[in-house]
């Protein structure tokens, strides 16, 4: 019996992932969170074989937390399971580490495949992924640009600007000074060529960072 974490932080889809859709005969479901955060160092604890992840989660996204499962249990399958989808997102989140991506309009027989496919090694992407996965083979330049020409700290500040948290707020949560959350600040604007919080805020719901809900 494989043991799985879900990461998503709507109550009603985790629920139904863990109690609909998912076999008990074959999985034990042992980590469930909405936060990405706690789902994250959850899963660093303990270790689950598979996992079922959301993108845009409150305070640590999916692919951050891709980005760290890779380093740390590179061995735990991963399977994407979002409403958010552009080309530059799904190939963000393969180089990432995602072994398989569901969108969430899919039915719930889509679901149940990818998860029998990723969680014993394979790789799956659900019909509509598929079509903006060959978008991105076909056009390399969607995604070297924009959200991947920051560095993690930046692509932190930037979803922790979008949930409406003040610098001094940033600087506490990252346990860094003012100034470097002030620096870091300056630089992602100079980057993406983005002055205002409005604007920030949309590039990050563009960008699966957060939902518009968070």
Known sequence: ?????????????????????????????????????????????????????????????????????????????????????????????????????????????????GIEIVSNGGSYFGPEVALLLREAMADPRSSDSGINILTKREREILQLIAESHSTRDIAAKLSISVKTAENHRTNLMRKLDLHDVAS????????????IGN
């Open 200 to 211: 920030l805020t949309r590039y990050a719901i563009n960008n699966g960072l957060i939902s």
């Open 1 to 113: 019996m494989k043991t799985v974490a879900i990461i998503e932080d709507q109550t009603a889809i985790r629920e139904m992932v863990s109690q609909a859709v998912i076999d008990p005969s074959e999985y034990n479901v042992i980590i469930e969170s909405g936060d990405g955060q706690i789902g994250c160092d959850s899963c660093l604890e303990q270790k689950p074989e598979f996992v079922i992840l959301d993108v845009m989660l409150p305070n640590l996204n999916g692919t951050e937390i891709l980005r760290i499962f890779r380093e740390k249990i590179p061995e735990t399958q991963v399977l994407i399971f979002s409403g958010y989808q552009s080309p530059s997102l799904v190939r963000e989140l393969l180089q990432a580490g995602a072994h398989g991506f569901v969108e969430k309009s899919a039915p719930l027989s889509e679901l149940r495949k």
